[in-house]
């Protein structure tokens, strides 16, 4: 089987290339990565890998010539692929809209036209919205609340219409928050255990009661490949880990295993 992972320069997707890599995923022969090489990336995290088994295109889902070269000879791509930071959807839409909705347009078209075998798409639990308690499952309602959650059920919402009208074979998983080497520094665990190394304080939204699950990164690459062999046609899957803790216990147990004090905690207004 031969495996398009897009977004491979990216913390999750890089994952799953170092799993590969790593001879975790023995069904899979060998992976293309395509990347536009954003701020976001990290090319290094995957350098080191490249040669016979794995191989790398530098390009954008949404440009419609990259996406037919990186899917020619493929069998099931992945779409990690994406912009991806809450904060930087609030300042500028327009990238989340293009990247995270047309890209996936532009993706899906290819696959239908060179009849692809699978296409996974790598969605987030953030089209949920917020709930007061309890959980969610895959038939709870949908309510994004940012520019980027809402570009993301965008590109659900392609995914889907892909698979009814052309019967194209898609599945999408909707993961918790994730945490492991590589995430980009603007995240919240990163960012807590930089700033407090180069002594800035940590900014906590609101209040900080917020809860949200985490799962390892090389849980959620684990996750994939269980949904790349046995996902069905036309399904949706969570991915979650049971693991819940609000935004300030995250920051304080952060702080308290860096052996600081909570004065280095800034409260500011909610997005
Ligand atoms: P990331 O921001 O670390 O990486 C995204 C990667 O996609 C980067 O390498 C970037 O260069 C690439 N990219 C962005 N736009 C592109 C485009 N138009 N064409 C080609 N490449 C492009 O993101 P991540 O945290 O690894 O997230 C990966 C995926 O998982 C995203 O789709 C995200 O929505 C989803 N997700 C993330 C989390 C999380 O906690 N990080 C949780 C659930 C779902």
Same mark, same amino acid.
């Given at each position: 089987?031969?495996?398009?992972?897009?977004?491979?320069?990216?913390?999750?997707?890089?994952?799953?290339?170092? #799993?590969?890599?790593?001879? #975790?995923?023995?069904?899979?022969?060998?992976?293309?990565?395509?990347?536009?090489?954003?701020?976001?990336?990290?090319?290094?995290?995957?350098?080191?890998?490249?040669?016979?088994?794995?191989?790398?295109?530098?390009?954008?889902?949404?440009?419609?010539?990259?996406?037919?070269?990186?899917?020619?000879?493929?069998?099931?791509?992945?779409?990690?692929?994406?912009?991806?930071?809450?904060?930087?959807?609030?300042?500028?839409?327009?990238?989340?809209?293009?990247?995270?909705?047309?890209?996936v347009g532009v993706l899906l078209n290819a696959s239908k036209e060179i009849g692809l075998k699978k296409f996974?798409?790598?969605?987030?639990?953030?089209?949920?919205?917020?709930?007061?308690?309890?959980?969610?499952?895959?038939?709870?309602?949908?309510?994004?609340?940012?520019?980027?959650?809402?570009?993301?059920?965008?590109?659900?919402?392609?995914?889907?219409?892909?698979?009814?009208?052309?019967?194209?074979?898609?599945?999408?998983?909707?993961?918790?928050?994730?945490?492991?080497?590589? #995430?980009?520094?603007?995240?919240?665990?990163?960012?807590?255990?930089?700033?407090?190394?180069?002594?800035?304080?940590?900014?906590?939204?609101?209040?900080?009661?917020?809860?949200?699950?985490?799962?390892?990164?090389?849980?959620?690459?684990?996750?994939?490949? #269980?949904?790349i062999l046995h996902g069905k046609k036309g399904r949706t899957y969570n991915i979650g880990s049971g693991k819940?803790?609000?935004?300030?216990?995250?920051?304080?147990?952060?702080?308290?295993?860096?052996?600081?004090?909570?004065?280095?905690?800034?409260?500011?207004?909610?997005?």
């Open positions: 089987m031969k495996v398009l992972i897009t977004g491979g320069a990216g913390f999750m997707g890089s994952t799953f290339v170092e #799993q590969f890599a790593a001879n #975790q995923f023995p069904e899979i022969e060998s992976v293309r990565v395509l990347d536009a090489l954003t701020y976001a990336s990290n090319f290094t995290r995957i350098e080191k890998f490249l040669g016979k088994r794995i191989s790398f295109q530098h390009g954008d889902i949404t440009d419609e010539r990259m996406a037919f070269k990186a899917l020619s000879g493929i069998d099931i791509c992945v779409n990690y692929a994406a912009e991806t930071h809450v904060d930087n959807s609030i300042i500028d839409p327009n990238k989340f809209v293009i990247a995270n909705s047309v890209g996974v798409q790598i969605s987030t639990d953030e089209v949920y919205g917020e709930i007061k308690k309890g959980e969610w499952n895959e038939n709870s309602i949908i309510n994004p609340r940012s520019p980027y959650s809402a570009s993301k059920m965008s590109g659900e919402l392609m995914v889907n219409s892909f698979y009814a009208t052309y019967g194209l074979n898609t599945v999408i998983t909707r993961s918790c928050n994730n945490f492991g080497p590589g #995430q980009h520094r603007e995240k919240l665990i990163p960012k807590t255990i930089l700033n407090l190394l180069e002594n800035k304080k940590i900014p906590v939204y609101g209040n900080g009661k917020n809860i949200r699950e985490w799962l390892h990164s090389v849980d959620h690459a684990r996750a994939t490949y #269980q949904v819940r803790v609000s935004n300030i216990n995250l920051i304080k147990r952060i702080l308290k295993l860096m052996n600081r004090s909570e004065s280095n905690i800034e409260f500011i207004e909610d997005r």
